[in-house]
Protein backbone atom coordinates (compact mmCIF):
# COMPACT_ATOMS: atom_id res chain seq x y z
CA UNK A 1 0.00 0.00 0.00
CA UNK A 2 1.14 3.56 -0.73
CA UNK A 3 0.13 4.59 2.60
CA UNK A 4 -1.22 3.25 5.96
CA UNK A 5 -4.74 4.37 6.97
CA UNK A 6 -5.15 6.07 9.87
CA UNK A 7 -8.13 5.79 11.63
CA UNK A 8 -10.35 8.86 12.73
CA UNK A 9 -10.23 9.89 16.57
CA UNK A 10 -13.34 9.53 18.39
CA UNK A 11 -13.57 11.63 21.00
CA UNK A 12 -15.09 10.92 24.13
CA UNK A 13 -16.68 13.20 26.80
CA UNK A 14 -15.36 12.56 30.33
CA UNK A 15 -17.62 10.38 32.78
CA UNK A 16 -19.23 12.41 35.70
CA UNK A 17 -19.43 11.17 39.18
CA UNK A 18 -22.77 10.58 40.57
CA UNK A 19 -23.55 13.09 43.67
CA UNK A 20 -23.83 10.98 47.07
CA UNK A 21 -26.73 10.94 48.81
CA UNK A 22 -27.14 11.31 52.35
CA UNK A 23 -28.63 7.94 54.34
CA UNK A 24 -32.09 8.56 55.61
CA UNK A 25 -32.63 7.83 59.47
CA UNK A 26 -34.51 4.99 60.54
CA UNK A 27 -38.50 5.40 59.76
CA UNK A 28 -37.67 8.48 57.35
CA UNK A 29 -39.40 8.36 53.67
CA UNK A 30 -36.25 7.81 50.99
CA UNK A 31 -34.93 10.65 48.94
CA UNK A 32 -36.99 11.21 45.85
CA UNK A 33 -35.11 10.07 42.82
CA UNK A 34 -33.06 12.72 41.56
CA UNK A 35 -34.16 14.03 37.89
CA UNK A 36 -32.16 12.51 34.97
CA UNK A 37 -30.54 14.73 32.55
CA UNK A 38 -31.46 14.44 29.43
CA UNK A 39 -28.63 12.04 27.67
CA UNK A 40 -26.67 13.94 24.66
CA UNK A 41 -27.19 13.09 21.08
CA UNK A 42 -24.81 10.41 20.13
CA UNK A 43 -22.55 11.87 16.92
CA UNK A 44 -23.67 11.45 13.49
CA UNK A 45 -21.29 11.76 10.55
CA UNK A 46 -23.13 13.62 8.36
CA UNK A 47 -20.80 13.62 5.26
CA UNK A 48 -17.45 11.50 4.28
CA UNK A 49 -15.43 10.50 1.04
CA UNK A 50 -13.32 8.19 1.37
CA UNK A 51 -12.15 8.54 -2.59
CA UNK A 52 -11.94 4.23 -2.72
CA UNK A 53 -14.03 3.78 -6.10
CA UNK A 54 -12.67 7.05 -7.34
CA UNK A 55 -15.56 9.24 -9.52
CA UNK A 56 -18.99 7.23 -9.99
CA UNK A 57 -21.62 7.51 -12.14
CA UNK A 58 -21.52 11.02 -13.87
CA UNK A 59 -18.09 12.05 -12.95
CA UNK A 60 -19.16 12.07 -8.82
CA UNK A 61 -17.33 10.72 -5.50
CA UNK A 62 -20.24 8.89 -3.48
CA UNK A 63 -20.51 10.17 0.23
CA UNK A 64 -20.56 6.73 2.41
CA UNK A 65 -22.47 8.30 5.61
CA UNK A 66 -25.39 7.83 4.38
CA UNK A 67 -26.64 11.51 4.81
CA UNK A 68 -24.34 14.04 2.52
CA UNK A 69 -24.28 14.57 -0.93
CA UNK A 70 -21.70 13.16 -3.83
CA UNK A 71 -19.37 15.56 -4.49
CA UNK A 72 -18.81 17.16 -8.31
CA UNK A 73 -15.70 17.40 -9.92
CA UNK A 74 -15.20 20.80 -11.07
CA UNK A 75 -12.30 21.61 -13.13
CA UNK A 76 -10.52 25.00 -14.59
CA UNK A 77 -7.80 25.47 -17.27
CA UNK A 78 -7.10 21.78 -17.88
CA UNK A 79 -7.00 20.45 -14.27
CA UNK A 80 -7.46 17.13 -13.40
CA UNK A 81 -7.69 14.70 -9.92
CA UNK A 82 -6.30 11.43 -10.07
CA UNK A 83 -7.14 8.34 -7.61
CA UNK A 84 -3.98 6.44 -6.44
CA UNK A 85 -3.70 3.62 -3.98
CA UNK A 86 -4.99 0.51 -3.89
CA UNK A 87 -8.12 -1.76 -5.44
CA UNK A 88 -10.07 -0.72 -2.32
CA UNK A 89 -7.89 1.80 -0.62
CA UNK A 90 -7.63 5.01 -2.77
CA UNK A 91 -6.67 8.80 -2.34
CA UNK A 92 -7.47 11.69 -3.97
CA UNK A 93 -3.87 13.76 -5.87
CA UNK A 94 -5.04 17.01 -6.37
CA UNK A 95 -2.97 19.50 -9.53
CA UNK A 96 0.65 20.85 -8.99
CA UNK A 97 1.24 24.56 -7.81
CA UNK A 98 1.38 26.25 -10.86
CA UNK A 99 4.54 28.85 -11.70
CA UNK A 100 4.70 32.28 -10.35
CA UNK A 101 5.12 33.61 -14.26
CA UNK A 102 1.97 31.57 -15.19
CA UNK A 103 -1.10 33.20 -17.35
CA UNK A 104 -3.43 30.07 -16.15
CA UNK A 105 -3.47 27.89 -13.86
CA UNK A 106 -4.55 23.77 -13.21
CA UNK A 107 -7.41 23.80 -11.09
CA UNK A 108 -9.77 21.14 -9.24
CA UNK A 109 -11.87 21.48 -6.79
CA UNK A 110 -15.13 19.00 -5.58
CA UNK A 111 -18.67 20.56 -4.70
CA UNK A 112 -21.28 18.98 -2.91
CA UNK A 113 -24.49 21.02 -2.01
CA UNK A 114 -26.40 23.58 0.18
CA UNK A 115 -27.49 21.09 3.09
CA UNK A 116 -29.15 21.87 6.12
CA UNK A 117 -26.86 18.99 8.09
CA UNK A 118 -23.46 21.11 7.41
CA UNK A 119 -25.28 24.21 9.25
CA UNK A 120 -24.25 23.50 13.12
CA UNK A 121 -25.39 26.83 14.70
CA UNK A 122 -23.92 26.70 17.44
CA UNK A 123 -24.01 22.56 18.31
CA UNK A 124 -20.85 20.46 19.13
CA UNK A 125 -19.39 20.63 15.38
CA UNK A 126 -16.31 18.39 13.87
CA UNK A 127 -15.00 18.03 10.78
CA UNK A 128 -11.71 16.23 9.16
CA UNK A 129 -9.58 14.87 6.96
CA UNK A 130 -6.39 12.94 6.06
CA UNK A 131 -3.70 14.78 4.86
CA UNK A 132 -0.70 14.55 2.94
CA UNK A 133 1.69 17.83 1.62
CA UNK A 134 5.00 19.22 1.13
CA UNK A 135 6.25 22.56 1.94
CA UNK A 136 6.68 23.32 -1.62
CA UNK A 137 2.71 22.39 -2.01
CA UNK A 138 1.27 24.79 0.39
CA UNK A 139 2.06 27.80 -2.18
CA UNK A 140 -0.57 29.46 -0.45
CA UNK A 141 -2.77 29.03 2.78
CA UNK A 142 -4.10 25.73 1.04
CA UNK A 143 -7.70 24.88 1.71
CA UNK A 144 -8.53 21.68 2.40
CA UNK A 145 -12.63 21.93 2.92
CA UNK A 146 -15.32 24.48 3.95
CA UNK A 147 -18.19 26.05 4.11
CA UNK A 148 -18.95 29.17 3.21
CA UNK A 149 -16.36 32.17 2.38
CA UNK A 150 -14.41 34.76 4.28
CA UNK A 151 -17.00 37.37 3.32
CA UNK A 152 -20.13 35.97 3.80
CA UNK A 153 -22.03 35.74 7.31
CA UNK A 154 -20.77 32.47 8.41
CA UNK A 155 -18.29 29.98 7.79
CA UNK A 156 -16.54 26.62 9.13
CA UNK A 157 -12.94 25.67 6.97
CA UNK A 158 -9.80 23.79 7.48
CA UNK A 159 -6.84 25.15 5.64
CA UNK A 160 -2.93 24.53 6.16
CA UNK A 161 -1.13 28.10 6.11
CA UNK A 162 1.82 28.82 3.98
CA UNK A 163 4.19 30.37 6.33
CA UNK A 164 4.87 26.95 8.42
CA UNK A 165 2.73 24.45 7.15
CA UNK A 166 0.34 24.94 10.46
CA UNK A 167 -3.30 23.47 9.94
CA UNK A 168 -5.56 26.01 9.95
CA UNK A 169 -9.41 25.72 12.00
CA UNK A 170 -11.66 28.39 11.08
CA UNK A 171 -14.86 29.90 11.89
CA UNK A 172 -17.39 32.99 11.54
CA UNK A 173 -20.71 33.72 12.54
CA UNK A 174 -23.40 35.56 13.43
CA UNK A 175 -24.10 36.45 17.06
CA UNK A 176 -20.46 36.98 17.73
CA UNK A 177 -18.84 40.34 19.02
CA UNK A 178 -15.37 41.52 16.99
CA UNK A 179 -13.47 39.04 16.21
CA UNK A 180 -15.63 37.92 13.54
CA UNK A 181 -13.35 35.26 12.83
CA UNK A 182 -11.45 33.24 14.40
CA UNK A 183 -8.50 31.12 14.00
CA UNK A 184 -6.92 28.26 16.12
CA UNK A 185 -3.26 27.17 14.43
CA UNK A 186 -1.97 23.71 15.40
CA UNK A 187 1.66 24.26 17.25
CA UNK A 188 3.75 21.60 14.85
CA UNK A 189 3.73 22.02 10.96
CA UNK A 190 2.20 19.16 8.94
CA UNK A 191 4.08 20.28 5.90
CA UNK A 192 6.47 17.23 5.96
CA UNK A 193 5.43 14.89 3.02
CA UNK A 194 4.20 13.03 6.05
CA UNK A 195 0.45 11.38 6.16
CA UNK A 196 -1.66 13.19 9.15
CA UNK A 197 -4.84 13.07 9.83
CA UNK A 198 -6.51 16.88 11.01
CA UNK A 199 -9.68 17.62 13.05
CA UNK A 200 -10.99 20.53 14.29
CA UNK A 201 -13.28 20.90 16.62
CA UNK A 202 -16.21 23.60 17.93
CA UNK A 203 -17.46 22.74 21.36
CA UNK A 204 -19.14 25.36 23.35
CA UNK A 205 -16.43 28.53 24.08
CA UNK A 206 -13.72 26.12 22.42
CA UNK A 207 -12.09 25.68 18.96
CA UNK A 208 -9.84 22.94 18.96
CA UNK A 209 -7.57 21.47 15.94
CA UNK A 210 -6.04 17.95 16.53
CA UNK A 211 -3.28 16.77 14.78
CA UNK A 212 -2.92 12.73 14.77
CA UNK A 213 -5.45 12.28 17.88
CA UNK A 214 -3.48 15.04 19.69
CA UNK A 215 -5.05 18.14 20.62
CA UNK A 216 -2.10 20.84 19.08
CA UNK A 217 -4.02 24.26 19.61
CA UNK A 218 -7.49 25.81 21.19
CA UNK A 219 -8.83 29.37 21.71
CA UNK A 220 -12.02 30.61 22.82
CA UNK A 221 -14.91 31.66 20.51
CA UNK A 222 -18.67 33.11 21.81
CA UNK A 223 -21.05 29.96 22.86
CA UNK A 224 -23.55 31.89 20.65
CA UNK A 225 -21.48 31.92 17.76
CA UNK A 226 -23.59 30.46 14.87
CA UNK A 227 -22.48 29.39 12.05
CA UNK A 228 -25.12 28.71 8.83
CA UNK A 229 -25.02 29.93 5.37
CA UNK A 230 -26.03 29.37 2.16
CA UNK A 231 -23.34 27.70 0.00
CA UNK A 232 -22.10 24.38 -0.83
CA UNK A 233 -19.46 22.17 0.81
CA UNK A 234 -16.17 22.45 -1.01
CA UNK A 235 -12.98 20.71 -1.28
CA UNK A 236 -9.88 21.50 -2.42
CA UNK A 237 -10.33 24.90 -2.47
CA UNK A 238 -12.76 27.83 -2.35
CA UNK A 239 -12.95 28.74 -5.83
CA UNK A 240 -12.10 29.27 -9.00
CA UNK A 241 -9.63 32.26 -9.26
CA UNK A 242 -6.54 32.40 -10.35
CA UNK A 243 -4.89 32.18 -7.12
CA UNK A 244 -7.38 31.13 -4.54
CA UNK A 245 -5.54 29.04 -1.96
CA UNK A 246 -6.06 25.65 -3.81
CA UNK A 247 -5.12 22.71 -1.82
CA UNK A 248 -2.21 20.77 -3.90
CA UNK A 249 -1.37 17.42 -2.13
CA UNK A 250 -2.61 14.20 -1.52
CA UNK A 251 -6.40 13.93 0.36
CA UNK A 252 -8.37 11.35 1.91
CA UNK A 253 -11.07 10.55 4.26
CA UNK A 254 -13.01 13.71 4.29
CA UNK A 255 -15.69 13.66 7.12
CA UNK A 256 -18.28 15.95 8.75
CA UNK A 257 -19.52 15.12 12.36
CA UNK A 258 -22.65 16.37 14.62
CA UNK A 259 -22.23 15.76 17.88
Known amino acids: ?9 ALSLPAIAAAMLPTPALGAPAPQAQAQAPAAAAPVTVARYSFDTGTV ?10 RGSALTVRRADGGSIHFNGTTSDKYA ?12 CRRVLLEGTDDADLDPGTRLFRWGATVRVTKAQVTDSSNVMQKGVADTDSQWKMQIGATQGKAQCVVAGTGSATPRVHIVRSTIGIADNKWHTVMCQRSGTSLTVYIDGTARGRVAIPATLSISNSLPLRVGGPNFHTRSDMFHGLLDDVWVRLG
Do not use: Y
Request: aromatic share 4%; proline share 6%; charged share 15%.
Open 1 to 9: MHRTRIATL
Open 57 to 66: GGGKIADRSG
Open 93 to 104: AFPAPCASSATS
